[in-house]
């Protein structure tokens, strides 16, 4: 009985390959984080990070409704109005990300992204990996070195305001938003600010 009140409570936002590729992207970013001083382990967190990658952006087209870019990227007015309403502590509900949270995905994808490519030109340099031969082996490897540790802390530093940022979120909404990327569900409400959408 029990049970049955929980599933009829809540609604199902996010699908397994969301939830898989979350926390397989948050675990070997952090792998390979901490691995910079092993070349090899290093090098085989990349290559998981960019599979995982690719994989995210093909999903991103084609996958379930909430895990397609196109049904949670807004334009940066309802972004401005959605922060505005964070900071009034009065937020529209959304089922799957909110405005400000879509600019974090974004803005952690795109960085992770050029984490890999750094990542790949920096090998290709040595001579291995999918771009070497290329035209980008030939850049100065100073120059990848640097860029692929801006992008690294860079990512960490978004990592932790996107965790403060659900932290706050979670609060304002009234749902633990970390459990519904386990579970997959959110509560339901009578509202939602993306009904319909996507």
């Known amino acids: 009985m029990h049970t049955h009140d929980t599933e009829s409570s809540t609604i199902k936002v996010w699908d397994s390959f969301i939830r898989i590729f979350h926390w397989s992207l948050v675990f070997f970013f952090l792998f390979a984080y901490v691995t910079e001083d092993w070349e090899s382990m290093h090098i085989l967190a990349g290559y998981v990070v960019a599979i995982l990658m690719s994989m995210r952006l093909i999903w991103g087209l084609v996958g379930t409704r909430h895990a397609r870019f196109i049904s949670f990227v807004k334009s940066p007015a309802t972004v401005l109005r959605y922060f505005k309403s964070m900071l009034s502590l009065k937020v529209p509900h959304y089922q799957g990300h909110n405005p400000v949270a879509a600019v974090m995905v974004i803005a952690l994808l795109a960085s992770i992204a050029l984490i890999s490519l750094t990542g790949f030109i920096l090998i290709a340099i040595e001579g291995s990996g999918p771009l070497a031969g290329t035209f980008l082996a030939s850049i100065s490897e100073d120059l990848a070195e640097g860029a692929h540790e801006f992008f690294a802390?860079?990512?960490?530093?978004?990592?932790?305001?996107?965790?403060?940022?659900?932290?706050?979120?979670?609060?304002?909404?009234?749902?633990?938003?970390?459990?519904?990327?386990v579970t997959g569900h959110k509560q339901k409400r009578d509202e939602w600010e993306d009904q319909g959408r996507g």
Not at 154 to 173: A, D
């Open 153 to 181: 802390n860079l990512t960490l530093l978004l990592v932790i305001v996107h965790v403060l940022g659900v932290l706050v979120s979670s609060l304002l909404e009234g749902e633990n938003l970390a459990k519904a990327m």
